[in-house]
């Protein structure tokens, strides 16, 4: 972890509470971020989002049949798995990392793993009582500077919009036994359901008395508290998480949650957007009979 001398924290916090930061941002200005789906060819979906000149996360989604969970045969499941490169970070390498994998997927898997996240789990479900669609989803952690798990969360979100999944044809054989076909052809394939409700993470930092969004590494070496609040595009809470570990006074918290809650919403829009227009290219391409390219890096949002 780099050092941070005195001089350097007072100067960080006395620009937080001038609302102007050391990279010319004010408190509640995210950096500038680029991001690409369908780059992974083998996965059901994927997408790679870069936020500022660092913080780089690819997702990956994978659909697998496999047997329900005996206290909910009629729904599918969301699995998550985070992992960091250790060459994105020294805080990344070591014993330490293992810690910051949990954090990070338990973060992610509280978020997504439940009916907040917006999916209907039910119409993962093929046979009930019998199969279902698990959701593998998984980050990794390419390259760091700062609030890796808003860009987790935004890389995931995208991912899930570019997942399809395989149609299934049902039959039934009587006398409760039923047989399913997963149909192979991509153009079947459909996206999953509730997949707009998909909810964003926004993680707010308390320098000082003051409060900011899309912290830096050094700003967030000046974190004395920060919150993590998951939103949805109709400004609705779907999970919180304090991390550090310094207290919030009661208005504050209330100040912050409002905050997260209607940048959450802006920031939504903007990425749905951006996710619409990128789709709609690749199939004016795909109707032209045109050559589609994914670079890996990158359209601007």
């Known amino acids: 972890m780099p050092y941070l001398s005195q001089a350097e924290r007072d100067y960080i916090t006395e620009g937080v509470q001038s609302d102007l930061r050391a990279d010319g941002r004010g408190r509640l200005d995210y950096r500038a971020l680029v991001l690409e ?53 020294q805080q990344f ?28 789990f039910e119409k993962l479900c093929i046979i009930k009582g019998q199969q279902c669609w698990i959701v593998y989803i998984d980050a990794m952690i390419l390259d760091y500077s700062g609030n890796v798990l808003d860009t987790i969360f935004m890389a995931t979100k995208a991912a899930l919009f570019n997942t399809r999944i395989p149609k299934t044809q049902i039959q039934d054989l009587g006398d409760g036994e039923f047989e399913f076909e997963v149909l192979d052809d ?8 509730g997949i707009e409700n998909i909810p964003i993470g926004v993680t707010l930092n308390k320098i000082g008395t003051g409060h900011i969004i ?88």
Do not use: W, Y
Request: charged share 25%.
């Open 37 to 89: 789906t369908g780059i992974i060819s083998q996965a059901n979906g994927s997408a790679r989002v870069r936020l500022g000149d660092g913080t780089d996360v690819l997702v990956g989604v994978k659909v697998e049949i496999d047997q329900v969970e005996p206290d909910a045969d009629n729904v599918g499941k969301v699995v998550c798995n985070v992992e960091c490169s250790p060459s994105a970070s």
């Open 93 to 120: 390498e070591g014993h330490g990392a293992d810690d910051l994998n949990n954090e990070l997927t338990q973060a992610l898997q509280r978020v997504l793993g439940g009916p907040q996240c917006g999916i209907n």
């Open 186 to 193: 991509v153009e079947d394939a459909e996206r999953l359901d």
């Open 214 to 301: 899309d912290a830096s590494p050094l700003e967030e070496l000046c974190t004395e508290a920060k919150l993590t609040i998951a939103v949805n595009k109709d400004s609705q809470i779907c999970g919180i998480q304090k991390g550090a570990e310094g207290g919030i006074e009661p208005g504050l918290m209330s100040e912050m949650i409002q905050t997260a809650k209607r940048i959450g919403q802006s920031l939504i829009q903007q990425l749905d957007q951006k996710l619409q227009d990128e789709e709609q290219q690749v199939d004016e391409k795909r109707l032209n009979g045109e050559n589609i390219e994914k670079l890996g890096f990158f359209a601007m949002v």
